[in-house]
């Protein structure tokens, strides 16, 4: 079945270091591609999406490219604040399904 | 944008008794709920799928006996934990759609059964 990989956290980084949290998918078809943020004592938000191959996701200067040739989403960003400090998830829906697959989480930790 | 509420944010039981949590849209009417379960360093794993005024859709493995859900109306939905278990101990969180399909996740609800 559908399934998605996130690298493992803990992460933490300084004020204005480079974000990459990687994400790998496996899933038949083209599935649609999200990436959720949940900040302390708030629910999953959307972040960001990619709804077909070499389509480019962006908000909050964080950015991810659905590559389909390495079934990658990875999630970017050029210089973190201590605000990006959360909870983030890759989650797909396959091609055709209304259900999101998600990753684990990667806890992100931004010290100032 | 839209708010899903859930309450309790954290509950503590002992083993043997039900824990129920409420998912609640506050200012728009949700024809269809999802609750999640996640374990340590594994993923939000979907539960069931529950669409008003009919029975919920469970995944499979989860059992439905214990874990039963009641969508009462456009705004509120309910998962009680029967004859909870230290091997419940999780993180349940709910989501609601629109009906220009967008999802809204409430904040979760982290169950530790002693």
């Known amino acids: 079945g559908d399934s998605v990989t996130q690298m493992e956290g803990p992460v933490t980084l300084s004020e204005e270091a480079f974000l990459t949290i990687n994400c790998t998918y496996t899933a038949t078809g083209y599935p649609s591609l999200f990436w959720y943020v949940q900040y302390p004592g708030e629910g999953l938000q959307l972040l960001l999406k990619?709804?077909?191959?070499?389509d480019k996701g962006s908000n909050k200067g964080f950015e991810a490219t659905y590559r389909k040739e390495t079934t990658s989403f990875h999630l970017e960003k050029g210089s973190v604040q201590v605000s990006d400090s959360a909870v983030y998830f890759c989650?797909?829906?396959?091609?055709?399904?209304?259900?999101?697959?998600f990753g684990q989480g990667t806890r992100l930790t931004i010290n100032p | 944008g839209a708010v899903v509420s859930q309450h309790p944010s954290r509950v503590i039981c002992k083993s043997g008794t039900s824990v129920k949590i409420e998912c609640r849209s506050l200012d728009f009417q949700a024809t269809t709920m999802f609750w999640y379960r996640q374990f340590p360093k594994q993923s939000l794993m979907l539960m069931a799928t529950s669409n008003e005024g009919s029975k919920a859709t469970y995944e499979q493995g989860v059992e439905k006996d214990k874990f039963l859900i009641n969508h009462a109306s456009l705004t509120l939905s309910t998962l009680t934990v029967t004859s909870a278990h230290p091997e419940d101990s999780s993180f349940y969180i709910c989501?609601?759609?629109?009906?220009?399909?967008?999802?809204?996740f409430g904040s979760g609800t982290q169950l530790s059964v002693l």
């Open positions: 989501s609601a759609r629109t009906g220009g399909e967008k999802l809204f």
């Open positions: 990619a709804t077909k191959a070499d």
């Open positions: 989650a797909l829906t396959g091609q055709g399904a209304q259900k999101l697959v």
